[in-house]
């Protein structure tokens, strides 16, 4: 692990990657109001998600759960998800395995 973050702007928000071990990573997304990532799944990657701020709608396999500020949801290896800051911005602390190219998006 460097020392130094990693920022990532996206159609939807950014992403600051601040750690990516070989046992761990961390990141902390900001998806814009009204904007959403795309529906995608990890092949291995394990991932926690806890909301700091806003609403969001999470989709899961097609189904939807509302999570705000103080919420979590453990998202595991080929589940899809898809994430929609539905008021405010939403800001997201992500922990889970290493970051690895391991990303199919299923819908933009």
């Given at each position: 692990?460097t020392?130094?973050?990693?920022?990532?702007?996206?159609?939807w928000?950014h992403?600051?990657?601040?750690?990516?071990?070989?046992?761990?990573s961390?990141?902390?997304m900001?998806?814009?109001?009204?904007?959403?990532t795309p529906?995608i799944?990890?092949?291995?990657?394990?991932?926690?998600?806890f909301?700091?701020?806003?609403?969001?709608?999470?989709?899961?396999?097609?189904?939807?759960?509302?999570?705000?500020?103080?919420?979590?949801?453990?998202i595991p290896p080929?589940l899809?998800h898809?994430?929609?800051?539905l008021?405010g911005?939403?800001?997201?602390?992500e922990?889970?395995?290493?970051i690895?190219?391991d990303v199919i998006i299923?819908?933009?």
């Amino acid at each position: 692990m460097t020392n130094k973050t990693e920022h990532n702007k996206h159609l939807w928000g950014h992403e600051i990657i601040w750690a990516n071990t070989k046992k761990y990573s961390s990141l902390m997304m900001v998806i814009t109001e009204g904007e959403q990532t795309p529906y995608i799944y990890h092949k291995k990657r394990d991932k926690t998600l806890f909301i700091l701020q806003g609403v969001v709608k999470l989709i899961v396999e097609g189904r939807n759960k509302i999570l705000q500020s103080g919420d979590k949801y453990h998202i595991p290896p080929k589940l899809m998800h898809r994430i929609v800051a539905l008021e405010g911005d939403a800001t997201i602390l992500e922990v889970g395995t290493p970051i690895e190219d391991d990303v199919i998006i299923v819908e933009e």
